[in-house]
């Protein structure tokens, strides 16, 4: 059976180290059985599990459209015009003290495991080497439900949709492999090299998997400008 607290304390950590590393001032992840709703998550603090929650609550928000749609949600100022997409949902927020806010799927290829969602205080978008460390927390957070879901650790519904554990070693060993191969042709530290494979997929609109077999697939390489 699993084990909800331990669950969601390895991601109420995190995202606290989510808060640390990145320019927000606050974090938290849900993961989901499927798009219809929440199975369990982790905050940095209980203001960003609030504004998590409620979006689940009430069907909207950035977390929700992530979730839904399969690509991050970036609103550096919800006082602006694209807040007025969450009629409900964007007045809670500003009255919470955050102005900001940016959700990320979690996924692997058409696989939707939840949503990472970062709240700042103050206006301003997350982009440059803050939207690449992002992009690298939301991997470390899908690997660790990954991980989760290998060690029989999961939500309601379980997960991933019928997905066994081999398929995630597969997707973490293309990862990895092309990673050492963006490290070799470049002379890049891993770090660096995984930033470059995420940033790559996020600028060519596909998903890191398939970036990464394409690499390993030599049909690729990564020595050249980001798709415009």
């Known amino acids: 059976m699993a084990d909800r607290s331990r ?13 640390s590393a990145l320019p927000v001032d606050g974090a938290a992840i849900s993961v989901t059985a499927d798009t219809a709703g929440q199975g369990y998550s982790g905050a940095s603090d209980p203001a960003s599990a609030h504004l998590n ?17 399969g690509h991050p949600v970036l609103v550096g100022d919800l006082t602006g015009p694209a807040g007025r997409r969450w009629p409900m949902f964007t007045p809670a927020v500003l009255a919470a003290g955050f102005q900001g806010i940016f959700a ?4 692997i290829g058409a696989i939707r495991l939840g949503a ?8 301003g978008s997350l982009e440059g080497d ?3 460390d992002a992009l690298i927390v939301v991997d470390v957070a899908a690997l660790t439900v990954i991980d989760a879901a290998a060690g029989d650790l999961r939500g ?3 997960l991933p949709l019928g997905v066994g554990p081999d398929a995630f070693g597969m997707y973490r060993a293309e990862i990895h492999q092309a990673t050492g191969m963006v490290m070799a042709q470049l002379g ?9 494979l995420r940033a790559y997929a996020y600028a060519a609109g596909r998903t890191p998997d398939e970036v990464a077999r394409d690499i390993v697939g030599r049909r690729l390489r990564l020595d050249g400008d980001l798709p415009g």
């Open 188 to 196: 890049v530290s891993a770090q660096e090299a995984l930033v470059r």
């Open 104 to 107: 990320f799927p979690l996924q």
């Open 156 to 158: 309601p519904a379980g």
């Open 130 to 132: 803050a939207l690449a």
């Open 116 to 123: 990472l969602d970062l709240v700042r205080a103050r206006p």
């Open 7 to 19: 669950d969601a304390s390895v991601l109420e950590r995190l995202c606290t180290g989510a808060v």
């Open 53 to 69: 929650d409620l979006q689940f609550a009430l069907g909207e928000g950035p977390c929700w459209d992530a979730t839904r749609h």
